[in-house]
């Protein structure tokens, strides 16, 4: 074995746990394996491409790979079966939203419905996607030509590496203190932009270039 071979080896083991994270949050959609291994291909393409003189870390630069490539795939193979379980369950959760929504004026978090219903978290976002009341994770969010997808915002909150982690959090100390409100109340909290808008007091446009522009920003920094 060449120290090349080696070398990238090694960089295939110590990132899978990076792979598995992105590829399970497509779980619902096509077959594991076939998923993983368009993730590992993902991660080989970032390794060849890697220039550790630009002094950003391997993991934040594969991420970026992993997740474009799995979410293209998914795109041209996803056919969701949706089993009666996840149908039921997905009406109870739209129920319980549209009932905390009358009562407080907000929509519940995922972490707050999945604790009242008594579900995992993930149970939660396979029903809602299956029901098809919330956008698909790889459907484009902004109008740019580098494309930011719902599935690199949620990441922000879980299934990803703790030095991710700690990256998106600093790259979220580079926003002004209403785009960090912006994000929290859409991705969070999930209100739609008139709702955020609303609030502010501004109208639903001017929330739409502020969104944009936080992920931009955003985005840049985990380059």
Do not use: W
């Not at 994270?21 to 959609?29: E, G, L, P, R, T």
């Not at 604790?115 to 484009?140: G, T």
């Not at 100390?173 to 969070?188: F, H, P, V």
């Not at 909290?189 to 955003?218: I, P």
Request: hydrophobic content about 35%.
């Amino acid at each position: 074995m060449t120290s090349y071979s080696y070398e990238l080896d090694e960089v295939i083991k110590q990132n899978s746990n990076l792979v598995y994270s992105v590829c399970a949050k497509y779980n619902n959609y096509v077959d594991k394996e076939d998923l993983y291994q368009e993730g590992k291909m993902a991660l080989i393409d970032a390794y060849k491409n890697f220039d550790k003189s630009k002094g950003v870390k391997f993991s934040t630069y594969a991420f970026t790979y992993i997740v474009g490539r799995v979410s293209n795939y998914v795109r041209e193979n996803k056919n969701i079966k949706v089993s009666k379980d996840l149908a039921r369950l997905g009406k109870k959760i739209n129920e319980y939203i549209d009932k905390h929504f009358e009562v407080r004026g907000y929509k519940p978090s995922i972490h707050d419905i999945a604790l009242m219903l008594e579900v995992k978290e993930e149970k939660v976002i396979s029903a809602l996607e299956a029901c098809q009341k919330i956008k698909s994770l790889d459907e484009q969010i902004n109008d740019d030509e580098k494309k930011i997808t719902l599935l690199d915002v949620t990441s922000f909150k879980q299934n990803i590496t703790n030095e991710q982690r700690l990256d998106l959090k600093e790259a979220f100390t580079y926003l002004s203190d209403d785009e960090k409100n912006l994000l929290i109340k859409r991705y969070y909290n999930d209100f739609t932009q008139s709702e955020v808008a609303k609030e502010m007091g501004v109208n639903q446009v001017y929330v739409s270039r502020m969104e944009k522009k936080a992920l931009s920003k955003m985005k840049s920094k985990m380059m």
